[in-house]
């Protein structure tokens, strides 16, 4: 089994603007069949600082990472159960394979891609979170969370010091596979990102403020956290809105419908560059994200389906990033090169000092109220 050094994730936390212009519907992703186009100064830059990378870097990594994000899509296609998940490393620009058949290594070099064999692999790692899941509410609430890790073939519980008697603890009575579980002690605390004022987003009947993730032809996705269905929405102007549909705990995405007053467009906050999609960035990709307390940052992206236990319930089927936000980015656009990706759901540490960084991904959002993602 593979144990490669991994590249820091770049994510991208914050609130995008209402977009207007040509549709993706549904759950479908927009196509990758060309190569990214990002010539928005504002994530550039960001990928620079937090990267530590120069433009001409940061062009060429997007364009690395549109190739990977094709050649994944067809192999996962290509090799159905022997698919065993993939990692894109942002230093060498090559995407590995995992399989879980050592005949499968072939198809994948011919590909172009570096191949791994693996034992258990994605849908077996996914079996175990998903069974775990099934006994969420049972679990210590010294455990913080778990998800899958294809780059080490196990399933990573999260846990605060001092607490993997609890995780093994919690393993056995799920009736897992114990040697497909690693437990990590860990000091941060998953909290939900709200409720703080100033910034320039919008705001709930509650009183608490959130970000704005992606506009939908409806109106526009955030986080489920931020409103319950019926509850008012308002931007920093004379916009309006209602959620219409949200989900929190369990999952955590809602929308927000019947607006007036705002306009759709397909542009994220403070950049110039549209939204062109939404097909899914690879594990290890770099992303960024926007939001209305901290603007833009960027990072990578570490794990995909993890679940995270808040302490206002576990939610499942999240993306792990490295990238850093703060209470008011909650509900927030999470961008891969020209491809929306999710929204902000929460996380630990800030922007000061970093952190891990959890988004719901935004096409579940779609295909849960079928939706049409604005793109331009």
Not at 56 to 65: F, H, I, P, V
Not at 284 to 306: D, F, L, P, Y
Not at 329 to 352: E, K, L, N, R
């Amino acid at each position: 089994m593979r144990k490669s050094p991994k590249s820091p994730v770049i994510h991208i936390l914050g609130s995008v603007g209402l977009a207007a212009g040509l549709v993706t519907t549904g759950a479908a992703a927009a196509s990758a069949d060309t190569a990214a186009d990002v010539s928005d100064p504002a994530q550039l830059e960001a990928m620079e600082r937090d990267l530590d990378i120069s433009e001409g870097e940061a062009d060429e990594l997007l364009q690395q990472q549109n190739q990977a994000q094709k050649k994944e899509q067809k192999l996962r296609e290509a090799l159905g159960s022997d698919f065993g998940g993939a990692v894109f490393d942002t230093e060498s620009g090559e995407l590995t394979v995992s399989v879980t058949d050592k005949d499968a290594a072939k198809t994948v070099r011919d590909a172009g891609a570096e191949a791994e064999v693996v034992t258990y692999g994605e849908d077996a790692l996914n079996s175990v979170v998903d069974t775990l899941n099934e006994h969420a509410s049972d679990h210590d609430k010294s455990i913080t969370g778990w998800y899958p890790d294809a780059d080490e073939d196990t399933v990573v519980m999260t846990v605060k010091p001092g607490a993997t008697g609890e995780a093994e603890e919690f393993v056995s009575e799920a009736g897992v596979d114990a040697d497909a579980v690693s437990v990590q002690e860990s000091k941060e605390s998953p909290r939900k990102l709200e409720d703080i004022v100033g910034g320039d987003p919008y705001y709930m009947g509650s009183g608490g403020r959130c970000s704005i993730g992606f506009a939908v032809t409806e109106g526009f996705v955030t986080a489920g956290h931020c409103g319950s269905v019926g509850e008012s929405a308002s931007g920093s102007s004379n916009g309006s809105g209602t959620f219409q549909g949200s989900d929190f705990p369990g999952s955590d995405m809602a929308y927000v419908g019947n607006t007036t007053n705002w306009n759709p467009t397909s542009r994220v906050s403070g950049s110039s560059q549209p939204v062109a999609g939404s097909t899914e960035a690879s594990v290890g990709a770099s992303i960024c994200r926007s939001g209305s307390t901290t603007g833009w940052h960027c990072g990578t992206v570490e794990a995909k389906n993890q679940t995270v236990s808040y302490p206002s319930g576990t939610v499942h089927g999240l993306t792990r990033t490295t990238v850093c936000a703060e209470p008011g980015d909650s509900g927030g656009s999470f961008i891969s090169g020209d491809q929306a990706q999710g929204v902000t759901s929460g996380g630990s540490g800030d922007c000061t000092w970093g952190g891990t960084t959890y988004f719901q991904p935004v096409n579940p959002i779609l295909d849960r109220w079928n939706l049409t993602l604005v793109t331009n």
